[in-house]
């Protein structure tokens, strides 16, 4: 049984490391180019496989060599792929990203590709309802809001990676029990001036279990219905940032799974979140489970 199970992006990265970013209509060599499966649900999936967690993706891919690359990938790090249907003349999401090791910054043009919304069979519905959680990220919205509706009703968690304000997201808002979004979210959804009173605005709107707002290098916030509580970012040495959130998120998810509370699932997705930086590929950065131990226990 599939303990994770999830709905949303699926997306073949090329990552390119320079040394800088190039000024417009220039050329600049890269010093390596990888190409790696990402999105923020899928690679939080890849995440929570790696933590010791079963997890299924729930969704479409196609049969170009992109769909071919995102499948065996999912396989490659222990995803199920058996409930994903695949779907062929389509084309896949994708996406460029440069990775700027000067200024340890990513920047990503990306192109959703043709794909249409994922419909849920009694397959996939079947593994919702066998699951514990249901992580959610915005993306494929109608088929995540099914998903979740569906959740709620059989008593399984959702889990909403609340990382970019798409159109309709409100939604899927009241669905979510673990509300996770980046402070750029909180606020711009809000309009609130601060992550604190974000936090609770949100939390008095859709009356989560919590909501955990991610801060970047700052660390980040929770909220209860009780009080604000400040969780710490680990400084590392960072090579690639792209997917820090997303395995974040998985790997919340895979604390809730072994029974941590809120503070320690935090605490954990954050030093998670900050081994996956010191390593290029949001998937093959994530660590295993005893990776994480040994670097929270070398800094107890």
């Known amino acids: 049984m599939n303990k994770i199970v999830g709905i949303g992006a699926v997306v073949c990265d090329t990552l390119m490391v320079t040394d800088g970013f190039p000024p417009e209509d220039t050329k600049m060599r890269a010093e390596s180019t990888v190409q790696s499966g990402g999105g923020p649900c899928a690679t939080g999936l890849v995440a929570a496989a790696k933590l010791g967690e079963k997890a299924a993706f729930l969704g479409d891919l196609t049969d170009d060599a992109a769909g071919a690359f995102l499948m065996a990938d999912f396989g490659r790090f222990g995803v199920d792929t058996s409930l994903i249907e695949v779907k062929p003349g389509f084309t896949s999401f994708t996406s460029f990203i440069l990775l700027n090791k000067k200024a340890a910054t990513r920047t990503c043009i990306f192109d959703r590709g043709t794909l249409p919304g994922t419909v849920l069979n009694d397959a996939q519905k079947e593994a919702i309802k066998n699951a514990e959680i249901l992580m959610v990220d915005g993306n494929d919205l109608a088929c995540a ?30 669905y979510a029990d673990y509300l996770i979004p980046s402070e750029e979210f909180s606020l711009g959804h809000t309009g609130c001036a601060t992550a604190e009173e974000a936090a609770k605005e949100l939390y008095r709107r859709y009356s989560p279990e919590a909501v955990v707002i ?51 699932c935090c605490r954990f997705s954050s030093a998670v979140s900050a081994l996956k930086c010191t390593r290029v590929g949001a998937r093959d950065g994530a660590p295993t489970f005893e990776q994480v131990q040994k670097f929270l226990n070398e800094r107890a």
């Not at 959702?158 to 808002?173: H, W």
């Not at 604000?228 to 895979?254: K, L, R």
């Open 145 to 174: 809001v099914e998903a979740a509706k569906f959740a709620r009703e059989n008593g399984v968690k959702v889990l909403y990676d609340a990382g970019g304000l798409y159109q309709g997201i409100e939604a899927l808002l009241p």
């Open 214 to 264: 991610t801060q970047g290098k700052k660390g980040g916030i929770f909220y209860d219905g009780e009080k604000i509580v400040s969780y710490p970012a680990f400084p590392v040495e960072a090579v690639d940032s792209n997917g820090a959130g997303d395995v974040f998120h998985g790997a919340f998810a895979a604390a809730l799974c072994k029974g941590y509370p809120i503070a320690e």
